[in-house]
């Protein structure tokens, strides 16, 4: 037997902790949020927030809160639409436009049960009826991936509808820019679940690495290029890098700045504390 045969067998787990040793995982938080406009009711809004999480769910970003305040003060993003939010976290835009009288607002993160079962219980929290009712549905959802699940949740099956018909008004996506990687990802899911012409995709979100910002803003360059179809006979890859962009149209439509949420982080402080926003749609 090798060495390392012998320590993994005989003595690899001799200096491991005990499982009754190992620290528990931090307890969840709660955090209120006041809207901004005061004949708004509920005027407070309480949120659970995971302990800890790689994903950042156990931050309520100031994104968030910004286009919470913002969607208030447009209720017609909300009256009677359809609404998807993705990389919801603690889901404050989701839940504000399920208060504001949304048709349906479907809630997802990355399918991981702390994640998801976290939203679920500030759904049935800040939103119970509607929860309730079917109004208001949370469920994990990887960017990019089919999403026919989650089309289906506007288009119930029947055998006398049997493709998807109905399309989502509004899509949330709050400060997830920093994923880099999964920019075109996230583009795909809004260009197959958003509504032409009269949906409106919401991007708000802050650059918390200045000097990663022109990394963050490539999101809207692929989002606004033109769609490069490929030759006849030539098949695309998934994620469509030789295919150009996704053909939005971009606009922003907010700058607002805030106390940056990590005071402790390098780069500028002014560029940590501006949110930015901007919506955009498919002609």
């Known amino acids: 037997m090798s060495d390392s045969e012998s320590s993994d067998g ?48 156990h931050h309520l970003w100031n994104a968030a809160k910004v286009f919470a305040n913002w969607m208030d003060s447009h209720p017609e993003y909300s009256n009677n639409k359809n609404v ?47 929860t309730q009712d079917g109004v208001v549905i949370v469920q994990g959802y990887l960017w990019g991936s089919n999403t026919r699940p989650l089309l289906a949740r506007l288009n119930p099956s029947t055998s006398e509808t049997p493709e998807p018909r109905e399309l989502y008004d509004t899509i949330i996506l709050s400060d997830l820019l920093f994923n880099h990687s999964q920019h075109r990802s996230m583009l795909k899911t809004c260009k197959e679940t958003l509504k032409p012409r009269t949906g409106r995709v919401f991007v708000f979100f802050t650059h918390h690495r200045p000097w990663l910002a022109d990394a963050d803003n490539k999101f809207f360059e692929i989002a606004a290029a033109p769609v490069i179809d490929p030759p006849a006979g030539d098949e695309s890859s998934d994620d469509e890098r030789d295919l150009g962009g996704f053909g939005f149209k971009v606009e922003k439509v907010l700058e607002e700045k805030m106390t940056p949420m990590f005071s402790e982080d390098p780069g500028s402080e002014e560029v940590r504390a501006t949110i930015h926003g901007y919506i955009m749609w498919l002609e």
């Open 10 to 57: 005989e003595m690899g787990n001799m200096f491991a902790l005990p499982r009754e040793f190992s620290p528990p995982p931090p307890e969840p938080t709660y955090e209120i949020f006041t809207r901004a406009d005061k004949e708004k009711q509920p005027s407070e809004i309480k949120l659970r927030l995971v302990g800890s999480h790689p994903l950042w769910g």
């Open 84 to 130: 998807l939010e993705l990389g919801a976290g603690a889901a404050l835009p989701s839940f504000v436009a399920a208060i504001n009288g949304a048709s349906k607002v479907v809630i997802t993160d990355y399918p991981d049960n702390d994640l998801i079962s976290n939203i679920q219980f500030n759904a049935e929290q800040v939103v119970p009826q509607l």
